[in-house]
């Protein structure tokens, strides 16, 4: 792993300063071998001397184009600047290699009669300027390409980061948000009850305190089990039977297999919650509430029904079929899409009945906590 490229350093470790000492020898090795053997007679020695000659240059030339240049340039987008400063640092190298090849190479190191060929004879100005300015580009470029892969790297991580944050921060906004909402129903309720003395009003509490310990020590992750869900939907359930009696008739449901399941926190109750809250009439015997929960390998299907109060319009009466779903649901919406995003699907429709229907598509199974994004 010592060569993965998407791996950046904040100091020079030994791990990095291997992959630098091993990126040199390559090169140190590549050009030996090139040289002996297209214009040397198979002696390697001399040829790798000249390269430690010139080593130098083409170190200073990259890493004050890499570790300098590169990162003062890209961040004010200057890149046609960067280009032609680059361009002007190599002809620069060039003519420094040049000397080198001349003036010390030439005269000091044991070399074959191709290495004149090489260089062209002992006239400077040529065009072998240019070849080793385009020497000192091509093993830039190899470094710069790979310095802007990183960068790449790590802006994706960066971004990915701060959206992860900012998905966790509206998550956590708008359940809270939902929490209150649901209290405060739950609260008045209870205070009414109060007010007429009804026995059933400590039933109440005990429910509102079991669902009270769900909502802040059991769903503060963005996703429970399904079993957790389903119990603090009956819990919810129960305390509005209390409220009702039994004249209000609720048809609860449950298909398939919950274990190892998970679903957002605290969705299910803002469902039913509406279907309690726009449902029952002043004649509760034809008021009634249908819930219906379908797991499958793949989906997660909730449906939850509701009839509708009857309006007086004269001598007759007509259902009503103008029913506002508040902030419980629009909360609810919202974190679906943060969570699942298209794979999911939520339809309301009313008419002679209110229906919300819930289809999580590419449902979880395990305990991995995945986005569908």
């Excluded at 100091?11 to 053997?37: K, T």
Aim: net charge positive; glycine share 6%.
């Amino acid at each position: 792993m010592m060569f993965l490229l998407s791996k950046t350093y904040h100091h020079w470790s030994l791990e990095r300063i291997l992959r630098h000492v091993a990126y040199w020898c390559f090169w140190w090795a590549f050009y030996m071998v090139v040289n002996a053997n297209s214009y040397g007679n198979g002696e390697y020695l001399p040829w790798l001397l000249l390269e430690m000659l010139v080593l130098p240059i083409k170190l200073s030339f990259v890493y004050f184009v890499v570790y300098y240049l590169l990162p003062k340039y890209s961040a004010q987008k200057k890149y046609i600047l960067l280009l032609l400063t680059v361009i002007g640092l190599a002809i620069l190298g060039g003519i420094v290699i040049r000397v080198l090849d001349i003036y010390v190479a030439k005269e000091y190191i044991d070399l074959s009669d191709s290495f004149h060929i090489k260089i062209g004879g002992s006239q400077f100005i040529s065009g072998k300027i240019a070849y080793r300015a385009l020497d000192l580009l091509f093993i830039t470029s190899l470094v710069i390409s790979v310095k802007f892969l990183q960068q790449q790297i790590q802006h994706e991580r960066k971004t990915k980061n701060l959206l992860t944050q900012k998905l966790s921060t509206e998550l956590q906004f708008l359940k809270h948000q939902l929490q209150p909402h649901f209290l405060f129903n739950t609260l008045n309720n209870l205070y009414g009850m109060i007010l007429t003395k009804d026995e059933k009003a400590g039933d109440i509490v005990i429910k509102l305190s079991e669902i009270m310990n769900y909502m802040l020590y059991e769903s503060n992750d963005t996703l429970v089990s399904i079993d957790k869900e389903l119990a603090n939907l009956n819990n919810y359930i129960e305390l509005e039977k209390i409220r009702y009696g039994d004249e209000l008739h609720v048809r609860t449901e449950v298909k398939g297999d919950t274990k190892h399941r998970k679903i957002p926190p605290l969705i299910l109750v803002s469902f039913v919650e509406n279907a309690f809250k726009h449902g029952p009439s002043d004649n509760l015997g034809s008021s009634w509430i249908r819930i219906e929960a379908d797991i499958s390998n793949h989906t997660f299907s909730f449906m939850v029904e509701n009839s509708l109060p009857l309006q007086q319009e004269g001598t007759g009466k007509k259902k009503s079929s103008e029913v506002n779903s508040g902030i419980g649901l629009a909360n609810v919406r919202k974190r679906l899409d943060l969570i699942y995003g298209d794979n999911y699907k939520l339809k309301i429709r009313a008419s002679d009945t209110y229906v919300v229907q819930l289809k999580i598509k590419k449902f979880i199974n395990g305990d991995h906590t995945l986005y569908h994004r």
